[in-house]
Structure formats: structure tokens, C-alpha cells
């Protein structure tokens, strides 16, 4: 075994799931410096960002963060499961009663109730160079400011 | 012998291991859906073991890989999507590969799995599961499907990536044979130069990376699923399939059932006359043919129904259909605070309970699997169908009708609606009561797609329940049955005595109720007589309900001997004659309408199964939640049964 090897403690794996949690703030806030409510509804509140839970049927998005309001294990579990900001996410359809609802991630079909899909928050429009647009020039406004 | 040692070591019941020393131990890791089972089955075949970890109720699965030159221990961990844990089951895996948990063994090396249709997920868990330090092999699995799904995967490139051996195995390949050389040597298996990062964004860049370099490809959508998905969840056809499967199911259960169970009934019959005829001391006789066959077999009876049963579910299971299933149930379920996997194992407790409880493993959350199993009993098991036919026999007219509808069926069906609407009240108000200590887990469920179902994984998963049930249910039925016959012919009536009374010694019937009247189980029927009069039960029907302890449908037998029915297997017209003396001195029907109706809606919500309370302990560690399970159903079958007692005696 090499030496190098780091051991995964359990304060890593909370450090790297606080890692994930904070890509919420990657979400970054809107012109006036808000961040998300507190509450864990499914109203959008980054100007140009929608909660997965409105996609429609058939429509995709690419993940740019999660909500400061989902809880951590929560976002760090969709993480694992193939929520990870940068990939584009399908909905693939709905249950007979409108919830919950299938969502198509890096090759994994994976059924999510709207509670938890709308903590995760995408950039409508599946162009993943206009998502990359997107966040560099909100890095630029983020750092002019 | 050695190998015996690995597989039998300790293997009934809760235990932390027992096997073999010397063998080296590997741990095979994986998320749920990669084919770990199917990879745990092939290479372990009959040899295995399974068990509970200590402390907690996540089941254990090891087994011995015979490999070139020895032999290994193999153990299948939880199927588990992070080294993060969100649950019991995958606190085990993260604590097993953890190096600082001296509790449990740590192993020689680990293989990880990694679905090829989903590679890059699979490479999230590789990159944690490197971070241990352990030697780690990869499997890679579904080659075949992500060809077929036009996607590709160069392996060795995938090997020279990632640093550690890579194997692609599937049926009937070359993979397996290097699998096996590889696995006797943990400590050759080549260890990257640097772990994979640790931090969320960085690793899966990595694991993009590592992806791209081994030429990877993502499969199209499986057009297949897509096309059979489009009908089996479209709103309205997926509904009515879902309807259909479930009729299906409860059909396969009863009607297939029924000869097979027949077939059971008879030969332990064929069993009980044998033993009569050759046991001469009448006593001896009455306890091997009364207590011990008759109390297997009426567990063994159940076996054909929980193997069709497993059957089933295990198929669906297979297929892919399950999930779907509860998907669509999901909606429902999660009003009274469950979620749609809780609906398996309340459908499986048609049947039995106890598959029920045992299959409440798949629900993640440790707080609905007890809600889950708090509730399953409440589902109409089929030990109550006999107690039903005789009660309803009794109460309704057989050839009464309310429209189209025979009224016995009505009856019957609104019985079985009872349990199950009970059910879904009581898991609400476990919900409230419950609900604030612990933040709820969130709800997430893989859709796999639809494969072709292993026999060999069905036949496994089949077998282990049925023999899981029987070693269960057999040893806790046995006894309460033996313990049952002591009470019922407790204490031995000699001859000088029962002539002094007044009984004809040469008629049998005369001294098998004399016996009855005079045994320790009337006493204890009498004893009760203040806690049932509401409900209109005297002594006699207290001992048959004190009977169903042992199996709810023994109290129809038990009725029958004390009834002294010239059939015992159709007591009815025996039943119908007895009559009781009120304490003001007028006589009625023992089995009026009111206290029939309390009879019945007491066994729809009495927890009578001394086996499934064994199980839900077994399940839940501890007594804390049977005695909570059998406190509050026979205060619920006590109160619902005086309702009924009172309200029918308003009716009629």
C-alpha cells in the first residue's frame, strides 16, 4: 500500500459534503446580493435559474448548484447519485399523481419526490456552452463587485 | 472440515462472523443495480452464509469463493451510493472498510463495482472507496448491455487510468478466470501512485477524466425500456397494468397455492394417522400426532404460499418491475408518511407477515422500516381466511345477495379493506407521534432498466426466505403448540374421577371434553372471562382465542374440540347450538350476531402470531417494538371488537 494513501475520516466526508452544500453558493446570489429563502418551496429565486421540479416532461437542464435550504446530507446524496453541477438532467416523466417524478442524470434514470427536486437548482435550456457562458460571467460580475 | 466451518459457523440468527481465520477476506462494494448479487451468487454458489451484523438490523451475506489455489471469503456488502452514510445499511459498509473500526474485520481487499451503462457514477464510489487504502479491484459489469446500447469502454485503458486491476465479467467470459487468480492474492493487486480527490467538484472531474481516458462512450437510451416504460408507467395504462399485476398476484397466491397446500394438509394428515396407529400410550399419542405434527404442519402449510410469494416478488424484482411499482405507489404511501417501497412489504404481508417484515429491508430509513413493520400484521395474513369462512358462515345468510354481490363476499372483502385502511391509519398516527425526533430521509429511488431476470439470483433469494421461514416460524409455532397442548390436556383426568363425574370413559368424545372442561387452559379461559364479556365471549371462546397464539387458524380447530363436533374441520353446526347463561339467567346463542361480529373485527386487528412477533424482534433488535406492536393491537382489537359488539346489538 502506498504511503501517499490519504484514510478517509469521517470529518473528510463532512468537509467534502459541506464542499457540496456550498456549491449552492455557486448558484451565486441575484443583482441585489439575496440568497434562497428559507423556506423549502418551489418558487425560483435566482433570476434565470429554475428549481428542477418545473421542468416539463421531455425538457432538460444543466445542474448549477443546490439550495442553501436542501439539507446537506440531502444534496450531498443526490450528488452521489449523479446530480453533479455541470451535467445536463432530463425529466422523463411524471407518476400518475403528478409526484414524484423521473429524472434522467448522467445515464441513470433515478425518481425524486418534488421536495427534494426542487433543492436542486438548473439552468433551463440544455446548451452546456451557454452554461459555462453563464457561470464565467457570473464569476466576472462576482469578482468586479 | 474447513469448508463446512465457513458455511455453517454460527449461521442461525444473529451473529458477527465465525469463519474461517486464515482465508483471506474480500469485500465486494457497490451501489445497488451494478450486479453486485448476480457477481456474489456465480462466484459463491451454494457456499454461503447469511446472518446480521452485530448491533443492527442490516443483513450480512458471505460466502466462499473456491479459487485456484484455496479458497476465499467473499462478503457482500450492502449495496450502498456514498462511504457517506444516509443509513444503517451503508453505515455497515463505510465501517467494515474503515481501517480504524476494530469492531468488525477489516478485509484484504475490496472490489468495487462499476456499471458500465453508468460509469462515471460508479467511479464516484471507486474514488471513495480508494481513499482506504485497501487493495481494490474493479469489476466492471453490463459490458454487454452498453454494447447493445451502442456505448463502449475500452477496459485495459480503463485499467491503465485507474492504477488497480480491471475486470469486465460477464457470462460465459474470460473475466471470471482472471477474477478468480486475482482474488487469491489481494495483497499483488497493483495500488494507484495517487488517490483519487476527495473534494466533491474535483472528483468528479476526476472521474470524467478517468472516463475519457478509457475511451468511454455513453449508451443511448435502452430503447427497449423506454418502449415497455411508456406503457407499464403511462398514467392510465400503467395504472390498470399495475391493477392487473396485483390481481394476478393475489390469484397466484390463493388459487395456485391452494393445491399445493392441500397437498402439505394431507400429508401431514397421512403423518398424524401414521404415528397413531404405532404409538400405543394414548397420551404419547395425542402430543406426537396433536402438538408436534400438527404444529409443523401448520406452519410447513404456508410454505407453498410464501415460495410463490417470494417467487413473484423476486421476478418483479429481477425484471425491474418493483421499483416501478412503488413509483407509482410512492404518491399514497408517503400521505400516511411512508414511501412507495413500504408498499412491497405490506403487499408480501397478504400472504404472511412475516415475509412482510423481513422484506421492510429494501426501505432505507430505519424509521419507516418500523413503521412498516408496526402496520404489516394489520394486513389480512392468510392464517385468518379459515377463522373468517367460519365466522362469516356463521353470521351471513349463504344465500344472501346485495345485488349482483353474494353478501358472504362482501363480507369477506370488507374485512380484508378493514386491515388494509387500519393499516394506513395507524402508520399515520405513528407518522405524528413519531415523526419529530429525526429528520425524515429523503426519497430516492433508482429506475433500472429491465433486464433479463437470473434464475439463479430467484432461486437464492427464494430459498433463503423460505428457509429463513421455516427455521423462524417452525421453532416459535412448535413450541407455543407444544406449550398449547399442555394447556388443553393439563391436568390428566384418571378414570375413577371422570366415572365419579358422571362420564362415559369409553366415549371418546365425552372424555375429550371432560378434559377440555377441567384443563389448565379453561382455567385460564375462566380467568378471562372479565376482559371478553363486553365483547360477548365467554370462557370457551377464550381458549380458542388463547389457541390462536399459536396460529390464528388454530382457533377453528380448537372451537371445533371444544364444541365436540362430530367435524372438527366444520365445526359450525356444533358451534351454532352452544348457548351461554347471562348473569341475569336468560340463555342465548354463545355465537350470536354481536359477539360473532366481535370475534371477527378482534382477529382482523389482534396480534396473535407469536412467529411474527419473534421475527419483528429479530428485525428490530430488541423487544421494544413487539410488545409495542402487541400492546397496542389488542387494545385496538379490544376497543374495535366492543364497537362492534355494541353496534351490531343495536342492529339486530
Redesign the interface.
Given at each position: 500500500m502506498s504511503a501517499a494513501v490519504r484514510r478517509l475520516t469521517s470529518r473528510d466526508m463532512r468537509r467534502a459534503t459541506g464542499r457540496v452544500v456550498s456549491l449552492a453558493a455557486r448558484g451565486g446570489a441575484d443583482a441585489n446580493g439575496d440568497t434562497r429563502g428559507h423556506h423549502l418551496g418551489c418558487a425560483p429565486d435566482h433570476t434565470g435559474d429554475v428549481v428542477l421540479s418545473e421542468l416539463e416532461v421531455g425538457s432538460s437542464g444543466v445542474i448549477v448548484g443546490f439550495s442553501s435550504a436542501l439539507r446537506p446530507e440531502v444534496a450531498r446524496r443526490l450528488f452521489d447519485l449523479g446530480f453533479v453541477p455541470g451535467v445536463e438532467v432530463t425529466v422523463v416523466r411524471r407518476a400518475p399523481a403528478q409526484d414524484p417524478v423521473v429524472f434522467r442524470a448522467d445515464g441513470v434514470d433515478v425518481a425524486l419526490r418534488c421536495s427534494e427536486a426542487c433543492g436542486v437548482l438548473v439552468a433551463a435550456g440544455h446548451n452546456p456552452d451557454e452554461f459555462v457562458l453563464r457561470s464565467r460571467r457570473r464569476a466576472l460580475l462576482a469578482s468586479a463587485s | 472440515m474447513r469448508r463446512h466451518a465457513a458455511s455453517h459457523g454460527g449461521c442461525h440468527g444473529e451473529d458477527s462472523g465465525g469463519v474461517t481465520v486464515d482465508a483471506p477476506r474480500i469485500a465486494l462494494v457497490g451501489s445497488p443495480n451494478t450486479g453486485k448479487t448476480t457477481l456474489f451468487n456465480a462466484l459463491t454458489g451454494l457456499h454461503q452464509k447469511t446472518g446480521n451484523y452485530p448491533g443492527v438490523t442490516v443483513s450480512r451475506a458471505e460466502g466462499v469463493v473456491e479459487t485456484p489455489r484455496g479458497r476465499v471469503v467473499l462478503e457482500d456488502l450492502p449495496g450502498s451510493?456514498?462511504?457517506?452514510p444516509?443509513s444503517p445499511d451503508e453505515k455497515v459498509v463505510t465501517d467494515v472498510l474503515?481501517?480504524?473500526n476494530h469492531e468488525l474485520p477489516a478485509p484484504d481487499g475490496v472490489l468495487v463495482m462499476l456499471d458500465s451503462?453508468?460509469?462515471?457514477?460508479s467511479l464516484?464510489?471507486l474514488s471513495?472507496v480508494?481513499?482506504?487504502?485497501?487493495?481494490t479491484t474493479a469489476v466492471v459489469s453490463f459490458t454487454d448491455e452498453l454494447a447493445r446500447r451502442g456505448g463502449s469502454c475500452d477496459v485495459e485503458a480503463l485499467q491503465r487510468a485507474l492504477g488497480i486491476p480491471v475486470v469486465a465479467v460477464v457470462s460465459g467470459g474470460s473475466g471470471r478466470t482472471r477474477l478468480l487468480e486475482l482474488l487469491d492474492e489481494p495483497s499483488s493487486w497493483a495500488?494507484?501512485?495517487?488517490?483519487p480527490p476527495?473534494?466533491?467538484?474535483e472528483s468528479?472531474a476526476w472521474a470524467a477524466s478517468i472516463a475519457a481516458a478509457a475511451g468511454y462512450r455513453?449508451?443511448e437510451?435502452d430503447a427497449r425500456t423506454r418502449a415497455i416504460?411508456a406503457v407499464l408507467?403511462h398514467?392510465v395504462w400503467?395504472?390498470l397494468t399495475f391493477a392487473a399485476v396485483m390481481f394476478l398476484f393475489f390469484q397466484i397466491i390463493f388459487t395456485v397455492a391452494a393445491p399445493l397446500q392441500g397437498w402439505v394438509e394431507e400429508a401431514f394428515a397421512w403423518l398424524g394417522a401414521v404415528a397413531g396407529e404405532h404409538i400405543g400410550n394414548e397420551w404419547v399419542r395425542s402430543f406426537v400426532a396433536d402438538a408436534v405434527i400438527g404444529g409443523v404442519g401448520g406452519v410447513l402449510v404456508f410454505v407453498p404460499q410464501i415460495a410463490l410469494l417470494f417467487v413473484m416478488v423476486s421476478f418483479l424484482e429481477s425484471v425491474g418491475y418493483l421499483?416501478r411499482a412503488a413509483?407509482?405507489m410512492?404518491?399514497?404511501m408517503?400521505r400516511v408518511g411512508l414511501e412507495?417501497r413500504a408498499f412491497v412489504a405490506l403487499l408480501s404481508s397478504f400472504a404472511c407477515a412475516i415475509p412482510g417484515i423481513m422484506a421492510t429491508r429494501t426501505l432505507p430509513s430505519s424509521r419507516d422500516r418500523i413503521a412498516t413493520m408496526m402496520v404489516a400484521p394489520l394486513m389480512t395474513c392468510s392464517a385468518r381466511l379459515p377463522v373468517y369462512v367460519l365466522l362469516i358462515g356463521m353470521l351471513v345468510p349463504a344465500g344472501a345477495s346485495v345485488g349482483p354481490f353474494g353478501l358472504q363476499g362482501v363480507a369477506m372483502f370488507g374485512l380484508y379493506l378493514l386491515g388494509a385502511v387500519s393499516a394506513m391509519a395507524v402508520a399515520w398516527v405513528f407518522q405524528k407521534v413519531t415523526g419529530r425526533d429525526e429528520?425524515l430521509l429523503?426519497?430516492?429511488?433508482?429506475?433500472?432498466?429491465y433486464r433479463v431476470p437470473s434464475l439463479r439470483n430467484m432461486a437464492r433469494a427464494v430459498w433463503d426466505a423460505c428457509a429463513h421461514f421455516v427455521r423462524k416460524a417452525a421453532t416459535v409455532i412448535l413450541a407455543t403448540a407444544v406449550i398449547l397442548w399442555l394447556l388443553l390436556n393439563l391436568p390428566i383426568q384418571g378414570a375413577a374421577q371422570m366415572e365419579a363425574a358422571g362420564v362415559d370413559t369409553a366415549d371418546e368424545a365425552a372424555v375429550a371434553v371432560y378434559t377440555l372442561d377441567n384443563s389448565a387452559a379453561a382455567s385460564v379461559g375462566r380467568a378471562l372471562e372479565p376482559v371478553f364479556e363486553p365483547l360477548g365471549f365467554d370462557w370457551r371462546i377464550n381458549v380458542g382465542v388463547l389457541s390462536s397464539l399459536a396460529a390464528r387458524e388454530v382457533f377453528v380447530a380448537t372451537m371445533g374440540q371444544i364444541a365436540s363436533a362430530s367435524d372438527p374441520e366444520n365445526p359450525q353446526a356444533s358451534l351454532e347450538q352452544m348457548t351461554v347463561t347471562e348473569p341475569d339467567g336468560s340463555v342465548r346463542p354463545l355465537f350470536d350476531a354481536p359477539t360473532i361480529a366481535a370475534l371477527l373485527v378482534f382477529f382482523v386487528y389482534a396480534m396473535q402470531c407469536m412467529a411474527t412477533l419473534a421475527v419483528m424482534r429479530r428485525e428490530t433488535g430488541g423487544w421494544k417494538w413487539p410488545v409495542i406492536a402487541f400492546v397496542y393491537m389488542f387494545a385496538l382489537a379490544w376497543t374495535m371488537g366492543f364497537l362492534a359488539h355494541t353496534v351490531v346489538g343495536l342492529l339486530v
Open positions: - | 451510493y456514498s462511504l457517506d444516509i474503515d481501517p480504524d451503462t453508468a460509469l462515471r457514477r464516484g464510489l471513495q480508494l481513499q482506504m487504502g485497501l487493495p495500488t494507484p501512485p495517487l488517490p476527495l473534494e466533491p467538484e468528479a455513453s449508451p437510451t416504460d408507467l398514467p400503467g395504472t421499483s413509483f407509482l410512492d404518491r399514497l408517503s412507495g429528520p429523503p426519497f430516492y429511488m433508482e429506475i433500472p432498466p
